[in-house]
């Protein structure tokens, strides 16, 4: 990956608009992209390396799945 700078742009994922949108470059750690604004709605919020964050739906799935996963496992015997 290239090295980023301030005010650099690059596509990222908007929590706001929920798209994928242009963005600018805002702070960079360690030569790393830390937070980014989106062009189309000003929003400030952590790089997410284009990657759109769970449903709460999904979360909910996961977390019973793990559940029913949980109880299913047989006793451990000693």
Known sequence: ???????DDLDDF?????????H????VVNGDVAKVRCRSCY??????????PPSKKDLKKQELFNEVAAKSQ???EQ
């Open 1 to 7: 990956m290239s090295e980023y700078r301030l005010g």
């Open 14 to 22: 908007c929590i706001k608009c929920k798209r994928l949108t242009n």
């Open 24 to 27: 600018s470059v805002v702070s």
């Open 43 to 52: 929003n400030e919020h952590d790089y997410r390396h284009e990657k759109a």
């Open 74 to 76: 047989p006793p451990v």
